[in-house]
């Protein structure tokens, strides 16, 4: 018998419960009303619909995926006095508001629908804000904010509207999220600005992006592609998944050394969910090359999602794209393999070959989209550059040795 429950909605309407036993064990179940909608949509390819209950090995890769990771996970269960294992105790106090249109929460309460409150602050507040993030992810703990991002970068979930800065309280939509310069890698936030509008002016569908200010803190400003604005002028939720929720892999297996997905995995995840599966190949083929030509080599399985909408589902715009060649301190093997190689500089013509045939599009097809993409980055790099583009000159260097590797390779 259940020893604790939480509601699970999409948007206003529940879909199901996630239940813990007197064990710890977690299960999650869909309600029947759902089941038997005619809008009805799975919150996840690894969670598809039906009236059984799904087990605690089916139930986590999806909830555990809309949590923190690593450090900040660690300090928010210490910041709440609970364990960091414990992913049922973190998304009852994290899980109002949520990547897509996920909403968990105890039983008598509602998802904030026709009155979503916000707090508005102050340049100043913003950069104290930010500069709680180290000790504080997310703000955890703090009166109203009840938000969860996965990831393990500091980051902070903000309404931002007229130029003004509003924190979303007790679940309200927030629509930007803000990522403050990390003093480990100095010009991180650069770095990440140039390589998302290198890849808007390639032509690749991305999040949109602006570099800010708060004080003294610099931060890169990323609109959530998942909320879209209504006449009424309040926010609607839309659903994704990242891949490896998917493909029901937890967040801490998402490298795929350590059992995450491989590139064949995700090109089939697409080819067997999307409405229209044929565009979102190519897309995905094109954004696995530009992570390889601007040396991002942190492309691991929760950096694709896919976005749910009742009458469709679709790949969703790319985001978290940084040169982390540009850093000679961090790992320079690919997080999931191309062609069967990690080392970028160790590709060959066959390893390409390789990943052709993992995409499932021919070779010939696949060689000219190769070349036209790789020589459409770094046009756009070379162009970006000029307009002296903050961020561009490390990792320009890195898009123009890759782009030269592959007159080699191919």
Request: glycine share 8%.
């Amino acid at each position: 018998m259940a020893q604790k429950t939480l509601n699970i909605f999409l948007g206003e309407d529940l879909v199901g419960r996630l239940e813990q036993d007197n064990s710890g064990t977690t299960r999650f179940q869909y309600v029947q009303a759902w089941l038997d909608s005619p809008t009805a949509m799975p919150l996840s390819a690894s969670l598809p619909l039906r009236p059984e209950p799904f087990s605690r090995n089916e139930t986590r890769p999806f909830f555990a995926g809309v949590l923190p990771e690593e450090e900040s996970r660690r300090l928010i269960a210490r910041n709440f006095g609970v364990s960091d294992k414990n992913d049922f105790e973190l998304l009852s106090r994290l899980g109002a508001e949520c990547a897509g249109a996920v909403s968990i929460l105890p039983p008598g309460e509602l998802p904030v629908a026709a009155t979503p409150t916000y707090a508005e602050i102050t340049e100043s507040e913003l950069a104290e804000r930010l500069g709680q993030l180290p000790r504080r992810p997310l703000l955890a703990g703090e009166k109203g904010i009840r938000l969860s991002l996965a990831g393990a970068q500091g980051k902070l979930a903000v309404k931002f509207s007229n130029g003004a800065y509003c924190l979303p309280l007790e679940g309200s939509p927030s629509t930007h999220i803000l990522k403050p310069q990390n003093p480990h890698f100095p010009g991180l936030v650069e770095n990440e600005y140039f390589c998302m509008r290198l890849a808007a002016a390639a032509g690749l569908s991305t999040a949109a992006v602006e570099i800010g200010t708060a004080g003294d803190v610099r931060f890169l400003q990323v609109e959530r592609y998942d909320r879209r604005l209504l006449p009424d002028g309040r926010y609607e939720r839309i659903h994704q998944e990242d891949f490896c929720q998917a493909l029901g892999v937890p967040p801490e297996l998402k490298y795929q050394q350590e059992g995450g997905p491989n590139l064949k995995k995700c090109f089939e995840l697409v080819r067997s969910v999307t409405t229209i599966p044929g565009p979102d190949l190519l897309r995905l083929f094109d954004s696995v090359v530009f992570n390889f030509l601007i040396g991002n080599c942190d492309a691991h399985g929760k950096n694709f999602s896919l976005l749910r909408e009742t009458s469709s589902i679709r790949l969703a715009p790319l985001y978290d794209l940084v040169s982390t060649r540009a850093y000679p301190e961090l790992a320079s093997e690919m997080a999931m393999k191309l062609g069967g190689e990690r080392d970028p500089l160790r590709l060959t013509g066959k390893n390409w070959g390789f990943f052709f045939d993992q995409a499932g599009i021919s070779h010939s097809v696949a060689q000219r989209r190769l070349r036209a993409t790789a020589d459409r980055v770094l046009a756009e790099a070379d162009k970006l550059a000029g307009e002296q583009c903050q961020g561009a000159d490390a990792v320009l260097l890195v898009v123009r040795r890759h782009h030269g590797l592959l007159k080699v390779q191919t």
